[in-house]
């Protein structure tokens, strides 16, 4: 039976991804910092699918979080999905250093020693993937989220490249706007985005397992961000920018 282990596993696309894997019949290590949570979602999945679900408290922001996740990583998983990261409250200007460097601590460092911890593993066994939730967010210069995204996007396409003709996929996971817990934790005002642009966590999950199935390295889930995204490339970045702000909700 394959092993998948889930970063940020208790919310949103997280607990979408541990859903679909235990569905697909994976044994789960499931990675959050809420314990109580973290053993709740453990249980319900164990208790719907029969599938064998671990939980590894940890907080990916700290070294010790992280050291704890990269020794299970060594003890071998077939997948690995890095999904754990956060918004912040309050405006760029507004945002304490410390918390810009938590986000890169999260959504950079964490990503790149996980990568790295299972990376030989899966090279050595000549199977396995990494998923790297990224974002749209990387295609459109905004803030400090915006530039982690991206940082995500180009370590994955790096890694994966690197890893060609190994037998191990490396993929980018680049969703738009999802119904998540993401924007009221942040405390972003998400009213004034158009409905049409909202997407489900359970779609995403479901177009990233295809996408990295067909051997993607960069899955961009629904044809509209599809679009948004090519229309990223063609558009001056001055003006991208300009209207990432516009589009993406101001804090509250």
Avoid at 88 to 94: I, P, Q, S, V, Y
Avoid at 142 to 155: D, G, I, M, P
Avoid at 181 to 202: G, K, N, T, V, Y
Wanted: charged share 25%; aromatic share 6%.
């Amino acid at each position: 039976m394959p092993t998948a282990l889930i970063t940020g596993a208790t919310a949103g696309i997280g607990a979408a991804f541990a859903r679909r894997l235990a569905a697909d019949g994976f044994s789960l290590v499931l990675v959050a910092r809420d314990e109580p949570r973290l053993a709740q979602a453990a249980e319900r999945l164990r208790l719907r699918y029969g599938v064998a679900a671990e939980v590894l408290p940890a907080d990916v922001g700290e070294d010790k979080g992280v050291a704890a996740v990269e020794e299970r990583l060594r003890e071998g998983v077939d997948l690995l999905v890095n999904n754990a990261g956060f918004g912040h409250r309050g405006a760029f200007l507004e945002v304490p250093a410390a918390d810009e460097v938590r986000m890169l601590r999260v959504h950079c460092e964490a990503v790149l020693r996980l990568t790295l911890a299972a990376l030989p593993g899966m090279a050595a066994r000549g199977r396995g993937a990494v998923i790297n939730v990224s974002s749209v967010a990387a295609f459109f210069p905004r803030n400090n989220y915006s530039a982690t995204k991206a940082w995500v996007l180009n370590f994955s396409e790096s890694a994966a490249a690197q890893m060609a003709g190994t037998g191990v996929r490396v993929m980018a996971l680049c969703p738009g706007f999802t119904h998540t817990e993401f924007h009221e934790r942040a405390a972003i005002d998400s009213s004034q985005i158009p409905r049409r642009l909202w997407l489900d966590a359970d779609r995403v999950v479901r177009d990233a397992m295809r996408d990295l199935a067909l051997g993607k390295r960069v899955s961009v889930p629904a044809l509209r961000y599809k679009a948004i995204a090519v229309a990223s490339r063609l558009v001056p970045r001055n003006l991208a920018g300009n209207l990432s702000v516009r589009v993406g909700g101001r804090p509250r």
